[in-house]
């Protein structure tokens, strides 16, 4: 791959952030599902549902619009199975995602919801080494031990924190 | 640029951290300099942008190279997928997938920064315990070269320690050791009953504010790249050169070398991207372009008085490689370790790093490994379709309980383990690239059976499940013994200065010219060797 691509393919996108930098990255040729902005109301559908689908209610919503693109890009049913999961949790029929993932062994569309949990928690929607990253350091798989360990490349308050006792494993913090 | 005349004192080829600290050492004695180096320069901030926006996939599996975009006049290594610049062949080939990086400041851009001075048995191998070969010089030829580099690079240590064994100093190090985090605390207090003694590592980092960069802050992201300069990489030392007078050209790939009647080095050509040629004059040469790339220079500038290769009488160039053939291990410990407080390179047990069992079979240097166990943890986590609370507890408790260690073995500087020119596989420029045949050999394998014991014992002791061991040797980038060091110029390609016994006016300032591989990170060494060779260049200049 030339240097060209490679740089265009990793060209940084700053997403607005108080306290963290948002970071994002788009593929060098903007994809038909990235081009076209979801429906406010498709996308605010996708979102809600990340929110029961992640057990947490704080995300952002720039990265669940790449993510909402991406994986309608990738899988043509998306759209429908998301609208399918959002009708089974529909009137408060699930009250978390541990209900909700009960309710569905056996249904393909189990393969949906643990498909827009990954993306959350990992940031890609695709696997391996050519997957385009649409969050780094907000991808929830860094938080459930942010308070021991640092996401990579950020220090937590300077140096020798590191001295410092670490918390129980059993003490989850919130996020 | 073709109208610019390329000449200088000194021509070095290669910016990394050996080319940049023997660069700085000339520049400060007022010699002319010209640095050049085949790859790009990097800008710091960019390159951790592109680590961010790296996959989770590479993150977790510790992928080092895709931060580095690789340009097509100067491709280095990737594995991510695996580009085959370097192509390894051999029962060992696994042991040589190399990871470099090419452009200014080198690999020192991705390196951990341990900072291990040899010990004085390193140097006197074959004649301490009849197998290997010597170096041309003492360890107490190089202390003094140690320091130097140690205070140029900002080395922190473990002052005040007695360590046993260590190589004996006679000043402290510049720095004091960082703190341990409580990985590293609960590793070393875990082992000492089993009679290991895990002790600090000397390393290439900030301690303390030195040398206008800041003190480490525990990013712990050091491989690939440390965000905030607190770890010392060859592009600091290049830039004080810089500032000095020194003139570098970044992506200039030499290609061709041009000698005398006497054999001296009059000019060496090099292609620019467009593959334009241009020459560049000197009084003397360097080439410091690392233990894979100096040999594949002088065995394809070869000409018509040099037909084996440059600096190549003896046949010597390319062969020898070694680096130390690693045996990894991961599992998940009983109770939490948490992985990732501070650098990624902490401490190790050196307990084994000498004595006369190395008649017989490799000394051995067993590590902790403190990168952060996040990315693998959540991965891990991900793939076991968990969700809420559960993936949750599954990702903290994996962060908190996932342990990395391993085994490095020292080789034997061995002819058959050698680097040819491809005869298949070639650049962009139409260069050849390097092909490596690998053994780590008896030696090696006879320390590999205890290895393996040392780690099962340590993980036991842990209480480890989800054990894996890794059945093959892994690579640790330490590359050494392609440009051999020697008295007699029938089998070794430099003396103990670095200067190559065939040409009067070039020196080859690489770990290449490392005779014996010892058990720790070979840079330190490589440095105060680069930084001797300046020193016999400033007293080549003042009898000219």
Known sequence: MSEKTLMSRRRLLLNSGISVIGLSLLPAIASPALASVPANDALSGFISFSRLATGHNDLDEKIGSQLYAALSAKDAAFTDNLRKLVDMVRGGAHADVESLDAALTG????????????????????????????????????????????????????????????????????? | MANEKLSADVVIVGAGICGSLAALELARAGISVLLLDAGPRYDRAQIVENWRGMPPHNKAFYDYATPYPVVPWAPHTTFFPENNYLIVKGPDATAYKQGIIKGVGGTTWHWAASSWRYLPNDFRLKSTYGVGRDYAITYDDLEPYYYAAEVEMGVNGPNGMDIVPSAPRKNPWPMDSMPYGYGDRRFTEIVKPLGYDNTPV????????????????????????????????????????????????????????????????????????????????????????NGIETPKLLLLAANDKNPNGIANSSDQVGRNMMDHPGIGMS????????????????????????????????????????TAQNSRAGMKALSMGLVGKKLDEEIRRRAAHGVDIYVNHETLANPDNRLVLSKTQKDALGIPHPEVTYDVGEYVRQAAVSSREHLMTIANAMGGTEIEMTPYFTPNNHITGGTIMGNDPKDSVVDGWLRAHDHENLFLATGGAMAAAGTVNSTLTMAALALRAADAIKRDMKHA
């Open chain 1, 107 to 175: 249904n393909p569309l189990r393969d949906t919801l643990l498909g827009i949990i990954k993306a959350w928690y990992s940031g890609v929607v695709e696997e391996g080494t050519g997957a385009t990253v649409y969050a780094f350091e907000k991808a929830l798989m860094y938080q459930p031990a942010r308070d021991v360990v640092v996401i990579p490349t950020f220090a937590f308050n300077g140096p020798d924190y590191w001295v410092a006792e670490p918390n129980p494993v059993s003490q989850m913090p919130r996020f």
């Open chain 2, 331 to 370: 599992f998940q410990s009983a109770e939490p370790i948490w992985a990732g407080g501070g650098s990624v390179q902490m401490s190790s047990i050196t307990n084994f790093r000498d004595g006369p069992f190395r008649s017989e079979h490799s000394a051995i240097q067993i590590g902790y490994n403190n």
């Open chain 2, 202 to 289: 000397p390393q290439g980092r900030n301690s303390r504010p030195y040398d206008t960069r800041p003190q480490c802050c525990g990013n712990n992201n050091c491989m690939p790249i440390c965000p905030i300069g607190a770890m010392y990489h060859g592009i600091y030392s290049a830039q004080k050169a810089e500032a000095l007078g020194t003139k570098i050209i970044e992506n200039a790939v030499v290609y061709s070398i041009e000698t005398d009647d006497k054999n001296r080095i009059v000019a060496m050509n090099y292609y620019d991207p467009d593959k334009q040629s241009h020459r560049v004059t000197a009084k003397t040469f360097v080439i410091a372009a």
